[in-house]
Antibody
Framework: EVQLVESGGGLVQPGESLRLSCTASGFIFSSYEMYWVRQAPGKGLEWVSYISSSGSSIYHADSVKGRFTISRDNTRNSLYLQMNSLRVEDTAVYYC?????????????WGQGTLVTVSS | EIVMTQSPATLSVSPGERATLSCRASQSVSSKLAWYQQKPGQAPRLLIYGASTRATGIPDRFSGSGSGTDFTLTISSLQSEDFAVYYCQQYSHWPPWTFGQGTKVEIK
């Protein structure tokens, strides 16, 4: 069974940093492209970041470019999101999600999410 | 960036009735369109990909249609567990991957 478990969320002040993790199991993590998607309270879904299976290709949404960095450790079956210079508008539940097959580009499995709250 | 627009924002339907949700793209996305269902406090769940292919384990009362810029998700006979928010997502032109704002299906 595919499982994605996020961790690392919490309450931080504006300007601070946080690192989210997503631990994968039930599939060969190193073969799959991965994403971070977020959802502000009461709002819709927003794609945040993408990383290829090897980590060689990365994209970030304009809203987080220069502040957030996606990475992965295939030896640890883990995906990460380093979030710096956090803003109030980054408050959201952050989900990691899997691309089901190379080139599919949609999200077939999601974690349960981790809440990030940015507030003074 | 491709903008996805869903309508209506809220759909009130009685159990057993048919629900029709719409999604429009600001430019053609071919058939690269997915639908997700999200219940309160839960992660989204993939329902449909390729505009019309049901994901694994999705009941056949869910069907998707359309191509280009106009898409439809139909729930043929609403069950109690189908009351949720539904999102469409395009994956034709990325980045960014973009979602519609969602349609809430509520009990009438």
């Amino acid at each position: 069974e595919v499982q994605l478990v996020e961790s690392g969320g919490g309450l931080v002040q504006p300007g601070e940093s946080l690192r989210l993790s997503c631990t994968a199991s039930g599939f060969i993590f190193s073969s799959y492209e991965m994403y971070w998607v977020r959802q502000a309270p009461g709002k819709g879904l927003e794609w945040v970041s993408y990383i290829s299976s090897s980590g060689s290709s990365i994209y970030h949404a304009d809203s987080v470019k220069g502040r957030f960095t996606i990475s992965r450790d295939n030896t640890r079956n883990s995906l990460y999101l380093q979030m710096n210079s956090l803003r109030v508008e980054d408050t959201a539940v952050y989900y990691c999600a899997r691309d089901p097959v190379l080139g599919a580009d949609y999200f077939d499995s999601w974690g349960q999410g981790t809440l990030v709250t940015v507030s003074s | 960036e491709i903008v996805m627009t869903q309508s209506p924002a809220t759909l009130s339907v009685s159990p057993g009735e048919r629900a029709t949700l719409s999604c429009r793209a600001s430019q053609s996305v071919s058939s690269k369109l997915a639908w997700y269902q999200q219940k309160p406090g839960q992660a989204p769940r993939l329902l449909i990909y390729g505009a019309s292919t049901r994901a694994t384990g999705i009941p056949d009362r869910f069907s998707g249609s359309g191509s280009g810029t106009d898409f439809t998700l139909t729930i043929s006979s609403l069950q109690s567990e189908d009351f949720a928010v539904y999102y469409c997502q395009q994956y034709s032109h990325w980045p960014p991957w973009t979602f519609g704002q969602g349609t809430k299906v509520e009990i009438k």
